[in-house]
């Protein structure tokens, strides 16, 4: 449900699953193909259908990446907080169910092979997709393309329907780096676990990743260079815990913290699966990433604003996310193919 405190990482490793195998979706939990490439997991489908209320529009946090769907029909029927990355699906890709409301998303490095079923979605976020079927939407009042290919003009054109202006094209993406994903690598009965971290594409970009392997700008072993925190542990713990580590992966759960997570080495990785939740307890931040740093990712984070107010209390809280200092700010060359940091 909704207020919860469960979360869930469905982890799938390299390999064809069985024809028919679908995996329902709901609150607080991730569909991770850990192969290193989307096409080493294949399934049927993922689904998320509308709630019980017959509408998707309070159908939050859940994401899928990583996967392969071979199925003729997926329904992905969500309202932001539920990405769906890294992925190639084969078939009609519906963003809504039957009449029911839904409200926005975002579908990033995406091969979509069907027809996009816009259905009754308010608005949307496409980008560094592939969109050979085309795009069918009756309605909406939002839609943005930015590096998506094989769309034509002409389909964007009649997507505006009566709402001319409600579909925004940008041809290439100006920068980005796709969000770090866990990987299961084969060692020959051996397997390891790795962090891939994507490279940042600084000279604009479109259509999704054509090869995943020479994508990767470096790679993190999750038994020698990564702590992975469980829910429970205090900021203090997991801090102490970084030290001469290279990354952080933060297992489903909640974190109260009162203290901040603490960031303070350029290429730093911060990667969260199944929604892990970070709480702040005493008004304070929850991440902080210290300034002057290069190319630290924080991705597949919730955090959450949990200080009770207390009446005549008006003094302000931290961000929840501090990254940097501008007091502290100095100029650096970065050099080639490197950003301050990068969230998703």
């Given amino acids: 449900g909704h207020f919860n405190q469960k979360r869930f990482a469905i982890l799938l490793t390299p390999g064809e699953y069985p024809a028919g195998f679908t ?22 489908a ?27 029909d997926i329904t992905w029927a969500v309202s932001q907080g539920s990405p769906m990355r890294r992925s190639i699906v084969h078939g009609n890709l519906y963003l809504s169910e039957g009449k029911g409301y839904s409200s926005g998303g975002v579908i990033a490095d995406v091969a979509a092979h069907g027809t996009l079923m816009m259905g009754t979605q308010q608005q949307w976020f496409f980008r560094n997709m592939d969109t050979p079927g085309g795009i069918y939407c009756p309605q909406g009042w939002n839609y943005v393309f930015v590096g998506v290919t094989s769309m034509k003009d002409q389909t964007y054109h009649e997507c505006e329907n009566i709402v001319i202006g409600k579909v925004s094209v940008v041809d ?3 920068q980005v780096a796709e969000k770090p994903y866990l990987v299961q690598e084969d060692g020959s009965g051996n397997e390891t676990w790795s962090i891939y971290v994507p490279k940042f594409v600084s000279g604009g ?4 990743t054509q090869d995943h392997l020479s994508a990767v700008a470096w790679k993190l072993s999750v038994e ?33 913290l009162d203290r901040p997570i603490i960031v303070s080495q350029d290429n730093f ?4 699966i199944g929604f892990p939740t970070l709480v702040s307890t005493n008004g304070n931040s929850v991440v902080e990433v210290t300034s002057n740093l290069a190319d630290v990712r924080i991705a597949g984070l919730l955090l959450e604003a949990g200080t009770p107010k ?20 100095t100029e650096r060359d970065l050099g080639e193919g490197l950003a301050r940091g990068v969230m998703s």
């Fill in 23 to 44: 995996i329902p979706v709901s609150y607080y939990t991730s569909v991770l193909g850990v192969g290193a490439s989307p096409g080493q997991v294949k399934l049927d």
């Fill in 46 to 72: 993922v689904r998320s259908p509308n709630g019980p209320n017959g509408h998707a529009t309070n159908n939050f946090w859940r994401s899928v990446e990583g996967v392969e769907l071979r199925a003729h």
């Fill in 172 to 174: 290439t993406t100006p």
């Fill in 205 to 208: 970009s479109a259509g999704p």
């Fill in 224 to 256: 020698s260079e990564v702590y992975v925190a469980k829910p429970g542990e205090s900021a203090d713990v997991i801090n102490e815990a970084m030290r001469g580590k290279k990354g952080l992966l933060l297992t489903p759960g909640i974190y109260n």
């Fill in 269 to 272: 990785v911060v990667l969260g």
């Fill in 310 to 329: 207390v009446d005549g209390d008006e003094g302000a809280t931290d961000p929840l996310m501090h990254w940097g200092d501008a007091a502290n700010k």
